[in-house]
T-cell receptor, first 113, second 117 residues
Framework: DSGVTQTPKHLITATGQRVTLRCSPR?????VYWYQQSLDQGLQFLIQ???????AKGNILERFSAQQFPDLHSELNLSSLELGDSALYFC????????????FGPGTRLLVL | AQSVTQPDIHITVSEGASLELRCNYSYGATPYLFWYVQSPGQGLQLLLKYFSGDTLVQGIKGFEAEFKRSQSSFNLRKPSVHWSDAAEYFCAVGPYLSGAGSYQLTFGKGTKLSVIP
């Protein structure tokens, strides 16, 4: 158990809908990272937040957005969902901003029908 | 842009046999290299990382990896595999982005390891 929690574990929705994925980092960690794992693209970095501020951006679509709240939990919002958004979404956390050691949550599996 | 290639999609070894998982990277500067393991239904766990110094890096669970700059490789090894090592293994390269002050990881597609009892 990494100490990173993600909810929900599974999510099934329809195209065009919007969903919110939630992540609670390990106690004491200030950085949160979001990753997407799909069969065709593999594991891709989406975005990082550190202590409430956006720190780094990867291959995140404009339809996706994230935020980190004062209690350090983070939410990833996916809107206008397409079939290709079906994937496993991981959250990771690290103590500081550099992220040389990241602790991953168990993931949220999203299925868009 | 950086990239990571893991040439072997799936490897099967017998329990007790030695293991080597290959990883090749492409990156213009000094790479920061990582190996992660993903057990079924679990998130990724960091096995080891290389930033600088000794090119042979020791990690958790008896794994080690060797950085070879001339071959742009960072292969993962274990002398004797246990059934519990069956999982998917990911190599990653992470340049340090000075503007962001963080490492942005690029992962390979992974190698699935099966262990025969």
């Amino acid at each position: 158990d990494s100490g990173v929690t993600q909810t929900p574990k599974h999510l099934i929705t329809a195209t065009g809908q919007r969903v919110t994925l939630r992540c609670s980092p390990r106690s004491g960690d200030l950085s949160v990272y979001w990753y997407q794992q799909s069969l065709d693209q593999g594991l891709q970095f989406l975005i990082q937040y550190y202590n409430g501020e956006e720190r780094a951006k990867g291959n995140i679509l404009e339809r996706f957005s994230a935020q980190q709240f004062p209690d350090l939990h983070s939410e990833l919002n996916l809107s206008s969902l397409e079939l290709g958004d079906s994937a496993l979404y991981f959250c990771a956390s690290s103590e500081g901003p550099a992220g040389e050691t990241q602790y991953f949550g168990p993931g949220t599996r999203l299925l868009v029908l | 842009a950086q990239s990571v290639t893991q040439p072997d999609i799936h490897i099967t070894v017998s329990e007790g046999a030695s293991l080597e998982l290959r990883c090749n990277y492409s990156y213009g500067a000094t790479p920061y290299l990582f190996w992660y393991v993903q057990s079924p239904g679990q998130g990724l766990q960091l096995l080891l990382k290389y930033f600088s110094g000794d090119t042979l890096v020791q990690g958790i669970k008896g794994f080690e990896a060797e950085f070879k700059r001339s071959q742009s490789s960072f292969n993962l090894r274990k002398p004797s595999v246990h059934w519990s090592d069956a999982a998917e293994y990911f190599c990653a390269v992470g340049p340090y982005l000075s503007g962001a002050g963080s490492y942005q990881l690029t992962f390979g597609k992974g190698t699935k390891l099966s262990v025969i009892p």
